[in-house]
């Protein structure tokens, strides 16, 4: 799968969103979806900017989208500090609300929004991979 | 991201936030900022106009929930926990902070996120000042 390397900074998350989402539409996805994988891609990337690299912008990760056998896989490589969302905890947005403070709301809609996300530790850095299923 | 301010005289004064561009990690520092600018200078009621936002992050939903957070510390309708109350039981809608012409891409995370369940779309200007 060719990958795409992305400065992390915010500004690359326009283009992100522009190439997963032409890559869905291209696939077939309804409109819906394609705005679902948008959004979990936008949330995934804002992670990695701000969690794994901390705002150092010259730092860069790699993003790869395809669409094989029904699904369309997103997958983000960095090489910065390890960040699972698994571990975050879901958010409870009623009660949260009062706190003052929403976290986690996008690993929240990236496991909503997608059918599978999973984080991986490997040789080559931190892969984060969102799958969607398509209907 | 551009945002223009105006203000309607209704049966209160709403501050109308009038943006065009998305709001998503790169640019909810600015939006956030700008309503709390507003907010410390008196605005008590806003709409934002999200016409000209083809797309809205999490990090966009967190901002509306600190401008409401904002709102809610100068002029608080009701307390916590009655609030916390009606949202789950499905009767409650800020009535300090309204929202307008949600894309539909905006509505995808909006929704999922269950920000339907405390902030109130209109599709109609008119309605939605008249509304406050």
Known sequence: ?135 | MEIKISTENRRVQVTVMEVTGNIDSATHAAFEAKAAELIEGGARYILVDLTGVPYMSSAGLRALSAILNRLRAVNADISEEEMRKRINEGKYKSPHLKLLNLSEATRTGFETAGFDMFLEAFTDYQKALSSF
């Open chain 1, 1 to 135: 799968m060719p990958a795409l390397t992305f400065p992390a900074s915010f500004d690359s998350l326009d283009e992100i969103r522009e190439y997963v989402g032409k890559i869905a539409r291209d696939a077939g996805f309804s409109d819906q979806d394609v705005y679902s994988i948008q959004l979990a891609a936008d949330e995934a990337a804002s992670n990695v900017i701000e969690h794994a690299y901390a705002g150092n912008s010259k730092a860069t990760f790699e993003l790869s989208c395809a669409f094989r056998n029904d699904r369309l896989v997103v997958t983000l490589l960095d090489h910065g500090k390890q960040f699972d969302p698994s571990k975050v905890p879901q958010p409870d947005l009623k009660a949260d609300l009062s706190d003052r403070k929403i976290g986690g709301l996008g690993i929240y809609l990236m496991r909503k929004l997608m059918d599978e996300v999973r984080y991986e530790i490997t040789g080559a850095g931190n892969l984060l991979t969102l799958v969607k299923r398509k209907a």
